[in-house]
C-alpha cells in the first residue's frame, strides 16, 4: 500500500480470545478482537490507527510488538517474520520496537525511581557498562523528553500525568527503537498537555528518525500527527488513506460518521452530523459479509453475505465497501 519499501508490513492479522466455557455449554465463544488486519508502515511514517472503543486498535498494536500472541497471520519487521522469533531474536525485537502506553499512572512502577524506570531497559539490554554511564544517559533522556536531571531519584507519584507520560516517552527511547506503537499516549491527559506531548513526539521522530504507530480515538490528534491515517470497525481495517485524503474526502461510511463527530472550531462552518443506528455488533458473533452492514445507510445485500476486501479507490486510498470501492 505504499510504493517506498515497508518498515512494517501487518499481513491478515488474527487475534481471538476464548472465554470461559460454561457447565452448559457445548462450544466455547471466542472474541474476535482482531479480524484480519492488513497494512504497511514505511520508515520514518506515522500510521494513525483510528476507531471506536473495543474495535481492536490497542489489541492490534501489542501482537505487532507480541505483547499478545496473535492468533493467525503474518507481521514482518525489516524483513524478519515476528512471529517466528523466539529468546535472544525476540529480545532483539524488543530493542527495536518499544512501545508507550496509554495510562501513565498504571504504566510506571511505582516502587522504582525514575533512575530505575528508565535505566531498567539499559541494563537488560546491556547499553551501560557502569553506574556512571548508566545515570548519565537517564539523566540524557530526562533532557531529550523536556524533564530535569534532578528529577532521576524521584518517584512516580512525584510527578504530574504529563510528567510521567514524558518518563514512559524517556523509557521507549532508551533502547534507541526504530519504531514506537504509540497507545493513546495523549487520551488520560488535560487538552492542553496533550498538545505538549504531541509536539515532543513528532520533534523526537524528526530527530531520531522514528516510526509511529499512532492508536487514538481522537480524530483531530490522529489528523495532527500522522502521515496516513486507517479506520478500524469491529476489528476489521474499512479505510486507508494519506491524512488529508481521508479528512478531505472519506471514503468509507463509517469514516464519514466518525468524522462528522469532530467539533470545528469555525463557527461559520457547518457539518451535517450522521447519527449512526443501532449498537456496535457483539464481538463473540459479528455479522456475516461487511461487519458495518447492520448500521450503514448504503448497505446493499451483498454487504450482507460477502466479505469487502481493500480496494485502491484513488492513489493511495484504500477502501473496503461493496458500494464505494
Same mark, same amino acid.
Given at each position: ?5 515497508? !518498515? ?10 476464548? !472465554?470461559?466455557? %460454561? ?7 471466542? +472474541?474476535?478482537? +482482531?479480524?484480519?488486519? %492488513? ?39 525489516? &524483513? ?57 544517559? +537517564? ?10 536531571? &534532578? ?7 512525584? =510527578?504530574?500525568?504529563?510528567?510521567? *507520560? ?20 495523549? %487520551? ?5 498537555? *496533550? ?23 481522537? !480524530? ?29 474526502? @472519506? ?16 463557527? *461559520? ?6 447519527? !449512526?443506528?443501532?449498537? +456496535? ?10 461487519? =458495518? ?14 466479505? @469487502? ?17
Amino acid at each position: 500500500m505504499s510504493h517506498t519499501a515497508p !518498515l512494517l508490513s501487518v499481513t491478515t492479522l488474527r487475534k481471538e480470545f476464548p !472465554l470461559k466455557a %460454561s457447565v452448559f455449554a457445548k462450544d466455547v465463544p471466542t +472474541v474476535h478482537a +482482531v479480524d484480519g488486519v %492488513s497494512f504497511d508502515i514505511a520508515p520514518g511514517e506515522t500510521l494513525g490507527l483510528v476507531g471506536e472503543s473495543g474495535c481492536g486498535k490497542s489489541t492490534t498494536g501489542r501482537c505487532i510488538l507480541r505483547l499478545i500472541e496473535p492468533t493467525s497471520g503474518q507481521i514482518v519487521f525489516q &524483513g524478519r517474520d515476528v512471529t517466528d522469533l523466539q529468546g535472544e531474536d525476540l529480545r532483539g525485537l524488543r530493542r527495536d520496537m518499544q512501545i508507550i502506553f496509554q495510562d501513565p499512572f498504571a504504566s510506571l512502577n511505582p516502587r522504582h525511581t525514575v533512575r530505575g524506570i528508565i535505566g531498567e531497559a539499559l541494563v537488560i539490554h546491556r547499553l551501560a557498562a557502569n553506574r556512571k554511564e548508566l545515570d548519565d544517559r +537517564v539523566v540524557e533522556l530526562l533532557e531529550t523528553v523536556g524533564l530535569q536531571s &534532578g528529577h532521576l531519584h524521584r518517584f512516580p507519584h512525584e =510527578f504530574s500525568g504529563g510528567q510521567r *507520560q514524558r518518563i514512559g516517552i524517556a523509557r521507549a527511547l532508551a533502547v534507541q527503537p526504530k519504531m514506537i506503537v504509540c497507545d493513546e499516549p495523549v %487520551s488520560a491527559l488535560d487538552v492542553s498537555i *496533550q498538545a505538549q506531548v504531541i509536539n515532543l513526539l513528532e520533534d523526537l521522530q524528526e530527530k531520531f528518525g522514528l516510526t509511529y504507530l499512532f492508536i487514538a480515538h481522537d !480524530l483531530s490528534v490522529v489528523e495532527h500527527i500522522s502521515d496516513r491515517v486507517a479506520v478500524m470497525y469491529l476489528g476489521r481495517v474499512v479505510e486507508i488513506a494519506p491524512s488529508d485524503s481521508l479528512y478531505d474526502n @472519506p471514503r468509507h461510511p463509517y469514516t464519514e460518521a466518525l468524522l462528522s463527530a469532530v467539533p470545528i472550531p469555525d463557527p *461559520q462552518v457547518k457539518r451535517k452530523r450522521i447519527v !449512526l443506528q443501532g449498537e +456496535v455488533p457483539n464481538p463473540i458473533n459479528p455479522p456475516a459479509g461487511c461487519h =458495518f452492514h447492520p448500521r450503514c445507510p448504503l448497505a446493499e445485500a451483498r454487504c450482507r453475505s460477502e466479505v @469487502p476486501q481493500l480496494r485502491e479507490s484513488t492513489p493511495g486510498h484504500w477502501t473496503a465497501c461493496h458500494v464505494r470501492s
